[in-house]
């Protein structure tokens, strides 16, 4: 593929999958047992880092590789341009492996007081699918995350904080020539006092998450959780109705129709959602701030046509950080409609479109940060 075609391509999905960089890692709250201490004291306490990533990926993903750098961890007294201690990590750490199981990336002897940011670099990320290897695309590689409520660090406790990143792979190439792309979004929380081990301390340690009491209340009471209602296809028309019956928002992003045929093979039960197997041959809608659902395809016309190609994923980035992505908040619910032929054509590639088949089976899958539902219908 020319250095062109892939500057197009990489310009255009970051469009629709940074909606959930605008959400990311800027929550507030407060956690039982969590008061401020005074950073002047001379004691240390020690820090632990920790991670967890319950990903979305696309059918015949087996694997998630990121490689991540300069962790720091920041004290609350100080300003955002101070305050930082390194942790002196770095690694490599499989995602998909990492599905109910946290893993230490580092540990770190801090002065006591409150610390309530977490910053790290994601260098790089492999996929991969159908058995070869294949370099991802991560539209952020800095990511500065809030740690919900703080942790506590003094001399007379183990201290430890768990980072949630939940990423999402989307193949924006074919089966057979794909182009993967990684959306981070990123959650931070700190591991309960009593729940705290030296084992913990340890780097590349690693803990089972299921059955901890402390984490499923963490997660229930701080992730969205998004349900398909309702929704119906035609050639000429799509309506979809979405749920929010979690705990948090959840920033809508992206709508996707594929054939059901494209979520055949799964990913051998390694991850808790999935994706079609390639936006090609898909029809893609991108969900506005007002709940307008625009064809991806005319989004990526119009960014060529306002920049001249060259300038279209600078075109693209600016775009979603002005105007795209629904906000569903807790509790809620709504209701998406488009009239208009429905084109299920590649987004990125000249092709003759293809049309909705009456008859035929599709998945309709709605994106959101860090959370994602699905429905099957046939097509009328």
């Given at each position: 593929?020319?250095?062109?075609?892939?500057?197009?391509?990489?310009?255009?999905?970051?469009?629709?999958?940074?909606?959930?960089?605008?959400?990311?890692?800027?929550?507030?709250?407060?956690?039982?047992?969590?008061?401020?201490?005074?950073?002047?004291?001379?004691?240390?306490?020690?820090?632990?880092?920790?991670?967890?990533?319950?990903?979305?990926?696309?059918?015949?993903?087996?694997?998630?590789?990121?490689?991540?750098?300069?962790?720091?961890?920041?004290?609350?007294?100080?300003?955002?341009?101070?305050?930082?201690?390194?942790?002196?990590?770095?690694?490599?750490?499989?995602?998909?492996?990492?599905?109910?199981?946290?893993?230490?990336?580092?540990?770190?002897?801090?002065?006591?007081?409150?610390?309530?940011?977490?910053?790290?670099?994601?260098?790089?990320?492999?996929?991969?699918?159908?058995?070869?290897?294949?370099?991802?695309?991560?539209?952020?590689?800095?990511?500065?995350?809030?740690?919900v409520g703080g942790v506590e660090v003094n001399?007379?406790?183990?201290?430890?904080?768990?980072?949630?990143?939940?990423?999402?792979?989307?193949?924006?190439?074919?089966?057979?020539?794909?182009?993967?792309?990684?959306?981070?979004?990123?959650?931070?929380?700190?591991?309960?006092?009593?729940?705290?081990?030296?084992?913990?301390?340890?780097?590349?340690?690693?803990?089972?998450?299921?059955?901890?009491?402390?984490?499923?209340?963490?997660?229930?009471?701080?992730?969205?959780?998004?349900?398909?209602?309702?929704?119906?296809?035609?050639?000429?028309?799509?309506?979809?109705?979405?749920?929010?019956?979690?705990?948090?928002?959840?920033?809508?992003?992206?709508?996707?129709?594929?054939?059901?045929?494209?979520?055949?093979?799964?990913?051998?039960?390694?991850?808790?959602?999935?994706?079609?197997?390639?936006?090609?041959g898909a029809a893609n809608f991108v969900i506005?701030?007002?709940?307008?659902?625009?064809?991806?395809?005319?989004?990526?016309?119009?960014?060529?046509?306002?920049?001249?190609?060259?300038?279209?994923?600078?075109?693209?980035?600016?775009?979603?950080?002005?105007?795209?992505?629904?906000?569903?908040?807790?509790?809620?619910?709504?209701?998406?409609?488009?009239?208009?032929?429905?084109?299920?054509?590649?987004?990125?590639?000249?092709?003759?479109?293809?049309?909705?088949?009456?008859?035929?089976?599709?998945?309709?899958?709605?994106?959101?940060?860090?959370?994602?539902?699905?429905?099957?219908?046939?097509?009328?």
């Amino acid at each position: 593929m020319s250095t062109s075609k892939r500057a197009t391509l990489v310009g255009a999905i970051a469009f629709v999958l940074a909606v959930s960089l605008i959400a990311t890692a800027v929550l507030t709250g407060t956690l039982p047992g969590v008061q401020k201490v005074n950073t002047s004291q001379s004691s240390q306490g020690t820090l632990s880092i920790m991670l967890t990533d319950p990903p979305v990926t696309p059918a015949g993903v087996t694997d998630v590789y990121v490689s991540y750098s300069d962790i720091m961890v920041h004290v609350s007294d100080a300003g955002n341009q101070s305050g930082w201690y390194p942790v002196n990590s770095q690694g490599t750490i499989e995602l998909l492996g990492s599905v109910n199981v946290s893993q230490t990336l580092g540990t770190v002897s801090v002065a006591s007081g409150y610390y309530n940011l977490i910053r790290f670099n994601l260098t790089s990320a492999k996929v991969t699918y159908d058995g070869a290897n294949y370099t991802a695309f991560v539209p952020s590689a800095e990511l500065t995350v809030r740690i919900v409520g703080g942790v506590e660090v003094n001399s007379s406790k183990l201290s430890a904080a768990i980072i949630d990143l939940q990423t999402t792979v989307v193949n924006i190439g074919s089966h057979t020539d794909p182009e993967f792309m990684i959306r981070p979004v990123v959650r931070a929380y700190p591991v309960p006092a009593g729940q705290v081990t030296t084992s913990m301390g340890h780097q590349g340690f690693r803990q089972g998450l299921n059955g901890l009491t402390w984490w499923k209340v963490l997660r229930e009471r701080y992730t969205a959780n998004l349900q398909m209602t309702a929704a119906s296809l035609s050639a000429g028309s799509l309506s979809l109705t979405v749920e929010n019956t979690g705990n948090q928002s959840t920033v809508l992003g992206l709508v996707i129709i594929s054939p059901l045929s494209f979520y055949l093979g799964g990913n051998n039960g390694r991850h808790g959602g999935h994706l079609p197997d390639s936006l090609l041959g898909a029809a893609n809608f991108v969900i506005l701030g007002n709940g307008s659902l625009v064809p991806l395809r005319d989004i990526v016309s119009l960014g060529a046509s306002a920049r001249g190609g060259g300038g279209q994923a600078t075109f693209v980035y600016e775009s979603i950080l002005g105007v795209a992505g629904y906000n569903l908040t807790k509790g809620s619910s709504a209701t998406f409609a488009y009239t208009g032929q429905i084109f299920t054509a590649p987004v990125f590639k000249a092709s003759t479109p293809g049309s909705i088949v009456s008859g035929q089976q599709y998945e309709i899958t709605v994106l959101g940060t860090q959370a994602v539902a699905s429905m099957v219908v046939t097509a009328g």
